[in-house]
């Protein structure tokens, strides 16, 4: 039998499953565990997106649409792609060159890896931070090296501490904000430094903005391409997952620099034949409604940002000073005081809550000392797993 190959004895099971190998060794013994780990929308699509689906589906004048999405190009998505990027952010781009559909965002995220890196080079990654930025590195057999992410600097790199021998091998720089997991969210001074530094090393920026649109408390997040001159050293991700709560559907963008576009989109002709054209057609209805009235993700928004004050004012009775994030559909948050680490704190809160978090330590020693509530559970569910983690602080 063939052995596998070296990347995949690196690659482990995706994220920590250590947790979740203990949350179904519980349920395997009848314990009602309560999972707040994973951000995966609960609420439903609007239905204007999901009728869209089933007319694109159902249309006998679109003879192509049952076919390969990428053979049979539809305008459509791109376009609207470009009219939500001038709408929102007041940025243009060019729906041919400039913007190229993904089957969600994390394919993307993990494809431009290909498009970069060698072996020897490297992509600097934040931590803590979606895991799959140095997934993409590994796979192309190349490397990542941890930019930390720091609670004193808002949770924002600080690019002067990347040793000189690493910039040298550096090709991807990756942020993502508002941030899962930290929540935090930056300005757009915080980008344009990022510009100056990457224009400044020759990096590629890749700007994971899977949030842009869920945010609290009247903040509006920006789009790293609002920086003037960015389009010359950046990429921007984005994706109808979390605002239009699509996660299932599998529908995305990037968009930004065009030889970077142009690298990506040919990767991805090469091992993907494209998105079901009549999910196109939705995510492009989606992306006209927000345009002609943004409440249209309102449900969903409202939905979270009631969830989040409930999580944060019950963490606060039980004595935790969390912050009240901005944006993304995370609490993180400090550990309790009386306890070594997020792991031993999850472990407590598993064992004696019967409530799964996800532990900081897990994206790496930066995330060390907070954990993650997402806000993707029922308020009953979210309501119960507070009671029971107020009710096992107080025993404790
Ligand atoms: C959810 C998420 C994504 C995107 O997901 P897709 O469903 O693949 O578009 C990307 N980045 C971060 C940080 C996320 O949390």
């Known amino acids: ?79 609207a792609v470009a009219q939500y990027y001038r709408h929102r952010f007041g940025v243009e781009l060019d729906p041919k060159s400039e913007i190229v559909p993904l089957i969600g965002s994390k394919e993307g995220i993990a494809h431009i890896a290909l498009c970069y890196l060698d072996p020897g080079d490297v992509a600097l990654v934040p931590e803590p931070g979606y895991p799959v930025y140095k997934i993409g590195a590994l796979l192309a057999l190349a490397e990542s090296y941890p930019m930390p992410l720091l609670a004193d600097r808002n949770w924002t790199p600080d690019f002067s501490a990347i040793p000189s ?9 990756w942020l993502n904000y508002p941030n899962n997991p930290t929540a ?7 980008f344009a430094e990022a510009v100056a530094f990457a224009r400044r090393h020759g990096l590629l920026i890749c700007h994971d903005a899977a949030y842009v649109d869920i945010t609290y408390d009247g903040y509006v997040a920006p789009s790293i391409l609002q920086v003037p001159g960015a389009k010359e050293v950046a990429i921007e991700f984005g994706s109808l997952s979390k605002p239009f709560a699509m996660t299932g559907w599998r529908i995305g963008w990037a968009v930004g620099n065009s030889e970077a576009v142009r690298l990506l989109a040919t990767v991805k002709d ?25 409440s249209i993700i309102r449900p969903v928004v409202d939905t979270y940002q009631r969830r989040r004050d409930f999580v944060v004012q019950a963490l606060r009775q039980a004595g935790i000073p969390v912050e009240a994030p901005k ?60 009671e029971r983690i107020t009710a096992a602080l107080k025993r404790s």
């Not at 079901?276 to 009235?293: E, H, N, S, T, V």
């Not at 306890?339 to 930066?366: I, M």
């Open 184 to 190: 935090a969210c930056v300005t757009l001074d915080f």
């Open 327 to 386: 944006g993304t559909l995370y609490v993180w948050s400090p550990i309790p005081d009386g306890f070594a680490n997020s792991q031993e704190f999850a472990t407590f809160l598993l064992e004696r809550a019967h409530v799964a978090v996800t532990p900081g330590g897990g994206y790496g020693p930066a995330g060390e000392g907070y954990f993650r509530i997402s806000l993707t559970y029922p308020d009953a569910v979210i309501g119960e797993a507070m």
């Open 270 to 294: 090469n091992i993907d034949s494209g998105i079901f054209r009549p999910i196109q057609r939705a995510g492009a209805k989606a992306l006209q409604l927000f345009c002609q009235d943004p």
């Open 1 to 79: 039998m063939a052995q596998p190959s070296r990347r995949m004895t690196q690659l482990g099971p995706y994220l920590f499953s250590a947790i979740g190998a203990k949350v179904r060794e519980l349920r395997a013994k009848g314990v009602q565990v309560i999972s707040l780990g994973i951000g995966d929308p609960d609420v439903p699509t609007p239905d204007p997106v999901v009728l869209e689906l089933v007319r694109a589906a159902t249309d006998v004048h679109d003879p192509d649409r049952f076919r390969y999405g990428s053979d049979w190009p539809l305008d459509a998505f791109p376009n």
């Open 165 to 173: 021998e690493v910039l040298k091998r550096a090709k991807l720089l």
